[in-house]
């Protein structure tokens, strides 16, 4: 559907007309299908993670400003993501097995112990030797355990009131969304690509690193200095 079609439509829905709201679900659908299908494991059934996924996308259809010189369905991916996010955190879904936490500790062991031998960080490859494990099997471990950086992070750190990725990035204008932007347009081009890559297509770190090639561990370091910049700057 073109764009101009689509923000016509937008304009119809939000006067109230269903007919056109219902057009652009229809059209939108396959966007709330692909996002569901990331979620598969945390505890939800496929049905219910695309309704409450066609919920952020009621919103995104809602609350789009017309003004807003984005495409409406990269307006509408963090509003939906953050509408399933929202609700696996409130119903606490999400769930790490205990033999995962045990494989990332005893990796985190293998991990120590091998840099010290090795005199650098060992690979997920080594790791995963030692422990006789698939190297994904220690990935999955490592992001299972690990402090997930979301659009539901709030970037000022625990403060209830700080505003978070989400509704940064799904805002049309204000102050907040203003600060973000320029806080991104101060990280070099290869920071921004790791907030893209890990933030709005919701990557994990190995994806990243096999896309950027680097190491993950690369990664993780330069994520963590990612978030205190962008949390100085905001």
């Not at 299908?37 to 066609?54: K, S, T």
């Not at 471990?141 to 659009?151: E, I, K, N, Q, R």
């Not at 806080?183 to 890559?197: G, H, N, Q, Y």
Request: charge should be negative; proline fraction near 3%.
């Amino acid at each position: 559907m073109e764009m101009e079609r689509i923000r016509h439509l937008i304009s119809q829905a939000q006067a109230g007309n269903s007919q056109a709201q219902n057009a652009l679900v229809e059209a939108n659908l396959p966007l709330v299908y692909s996002i569901a299908r990331r979620f598969l494991d945390r505890g939800l059934e496929y049905e219910d993670l695309v309704q409450i996924g066609a919920l952020g996308l009621l919103k995104a259809i809602r609350d789009f400003d017309l003004t807003y010189d984005v495409k409406f369905s990269t307006y509408a991916v963090p509003k939906i993501m953050g509408e399933i996010k929202q609700h696996l955190r409130r119903t606490s879904t999400l769930q790490v097995a205990r033999s995962t936490k045990k494989l990332a500790s005893d990796a985190l062991q293998v991990k120590d112990k091998l840099g010290q031998v090795l005199g650098r960080s060992p690979t997920i490859s080594e790791i995963a030797a030692e422990l006789e494990v698939a190297p994904e099997d220690v990935v999955y471990a490592f992001d299972a355990v690990s402090p997930v950086y979301s659009l539901q992070a709030r970037i000022s750190g625990s403060d209830d009131e700080a505003p978070e990725f989400q509704e940064l990035v799904a805002s049309s204008g204000g102050h907040e969304s203003f600060m973000l932007k320029q806080a991104l347009e101060k990280l070099s081009p290869e920071e921004r690509t790791i907030v893209f890559l890990r933030f709005f297509a919701e990557k994990s770190q190995s994806e990243v690193a096999k896309d950027l090639g680097i190491s993950q561990a690369q990664i993780s370091r330069k994520e963590a200095q990612i978030m205190r910049q962008l949390r100085h700057e905001i």
